[in-house]
């Protein structure tokens, strides 16, 4: 499996970063790496700079960008994870709508492919230093995505289209643009300074455990996103109540997945 994630980002090494609309939007990505970045070891800090030449902010939407093309088109289940009968499976298989053309398997999810990369990397002196970057690429996007509620589906629980004044909106954009609804005229630095000023033990708090861990920890507000929009009822005539819930859940969800992208990096260069 080791050689298979290799071989798989191996041929990606070459690819540039353009901006996205994907899940968390570039500006929602862009603000995880930015956290992530400030919250380095110098050691990590060093290593990722000689891997990637730029910030993790940088390179946060990278994944998006070449994910639909015909050569890479197997990483596109990577986005996402399903949860079905207390398992993680491919997104498809609990609720996500989006068909894909690569075969399915059991472990083409967010969370295996995660971990398979950070385990690769534990050897990261032994790899091709295109190998080394373009798994790190990787792991700062998904890091994001597995904290989006718009990418964790659950059995039985469907995501739906909701109305934002004449426009349809599904549920995931509606989470993925949140950054920009819920945050106008802010940048990365003006949101890190407003939302995530935490203690060294109130952050290495939230850094405890790994990615299923922190899904799990994460469940009862995704699952809380459901109720707090509406199918039935316009955006603009929800309760301001419920509007401000969602800007503290995906306020929140965005700080977390900062600090622990972070954790990730500097346990990997430690």
């Known amino acids: 499996m080791r050689n298979k994630i290799l071989a798989i980002v191996l041929a990606a090494a070459a690819l540039l970063s353009t901006s996205s609309v994907y899940a968390w939007d570039a500006a929602g990505h862009g603000?995880?790496?930015?956290?992530?970045?400030?919250?380095?070891?110098?050691?990590?800090?060093?290593?990722?700079?000689?891997?990637?030449?730029?910030?993790?902010a940088y390179y946060a939407s990278w994944l998006d960008n070449w994910r639909y093309s015909h050569?890479?088109?197997?990483?596109?289940?990577?986005?996402?994870?399903?949860?079905?009968?207390?398992?993680?499976v491919p997104g498809q298989l609990a609720g996500d709508i989006a068909d894909f053309l690569a075969p399915l398997t059991m472990d083409d999810h967010g969370v295996a492919r995660l971990e398979q990369m950070m385990t690769a990397l534990k050897s990261y002196r032994k790899m091709p230093d295109s190998a080394v970057t373009v798994n790190l690429k990787c792991?700062?996007?998904?890091?994001?995505?597995?904290?989006c509620p718009g990418h964790v589906f659950y059995h039985g629980l469907k995501q739906y289209t909701m109305q934002e004044g004449k426009d349809s909106i599904r549920f995931h954009g509606f989470i993925d643009k949140s950054f920009h609804r819920f945050n106008k005229g802010?940048?990365?630095?003006?949101?890190?300074?407003?939302?995530?000023?935490?203690t060294k033990e109130e952050i290495a708090e939230l850094q405890k455990?790994?990615?299923?861990?922190?899904i799990a920890?994460?469940?009862?507000?995704?699952?809380?996103?459901?109720?707090?929009?509406?199918?039935?009822?316009?955006?603009?005539?929800?309760?301001?109540?419920?509007?401000?819930?969602?800007?503290?859940?995906?306020?929140?969800?965005?700080?977390?997945?900062?600090?622990?992208?972070?954790?990730?990096?500097?346990?990997?260069f430690k």
């Not at 050569?71 to 993680?88: L, N, P």
């Not at 802010?186 to 935490?198: G, P, T, V, W």
């Not at 455990?209 to 922190?214: A, L």
Request: aromatic share 10%; hydrophobic share 30%.
């Open 71 to 88: 050569e890479y088109h197997h990483t596109a289940r990577w986005h996402a994870v399903g949860i079905k009968d207390g398992k993680f």
């Open 209 to 214: 455990g790994n990615m299923s861990d922190w």
């Open 186 to 198: 802010k940048n990365s630095d003006d949101f890190y300074k407003s939302n995530c000023r935490l």
């Open 139 to 147: 792991i700062i996007h998904m890091v994001g995505d597995m904290h």
């Open 31 to 56: 603000t995880i790496g930015h956290i992530a970045d400030r919250h380095l070891t110098p050691k990590a800090r060093k290593m990722c700079s000689k891997y990637l030449g730029h910030s993790l």
């Open 217 to 268: 920890e994460n469940t009862p507000v995704f699952k809380e996103c459901y109720t707090l929009l509406s199918p039935t009822i316009n955006y603009h005539d929800l309760p301001e109540q419920n509007k401000f819930r969602m800007k503290e859940i995906t306020d929140e969800l965005r700080c977390k997945a900062g600090f622990r992208l972070a954790y990730i990096m500097n346990q990997i």
